[in-house]
């Protein structure tokens, strides 16, 4: 039983899973920025045509952003997530590792991508320069 629809938490969570899995395939490791902004950008339409499906025709110019549709503390913890996700694959992949030691080249397949993103992100991605990512988004 997936008991995850019937949680009340935080909507940001879903999408930071999603870009964390995303960051360390080949293409988001190549170009974190791009990847970010186009799943962020994605996200906010999904959010959008939900909310116009329960409203009538929104016109276009008074669509939210982002940032808008996002609490504040959403906004401001999503970096942190962001790396907690990596943090906490790279933790089960090091655990499946030493449990199943035969599978070491596939876990890793997994663990060295997360560590290289955990790294870059947590060196080059301040965070008012991933608010100002989200606050970008339309």
Known sequence: ?????????????EIVIAIAYGLICPFGLK???VLLKTMLSA???????????NEDKVEESSRKSLYEYLSPLE????RLLLV???????TM???????????????????VPARTMLHYIWSNWSNNSVIDMIQSIE
């Open 31 to 33: 170009n974190p920025e």
């Open 93 to 111: 992949g090091h655990y499946s590792m030493l449990k199943n030691p035969e599978n070491i080249a596939y876990l890793e397949l997994h663990a």
């Open 75 to 78: 906004v401001t913890s999503f």
């Open 43 to 53: 996200y906010c339409h999904s959010i959008r045509t939900s909310n116009e499906k």
């Open 1 to 13: 039983i997936d008991f995850g629809d019937a949680t009340y938490s935080y909507s940001i969570n």
């Open 84 to 90: 907690i996700r990596l943090a906490t694959s790279i």
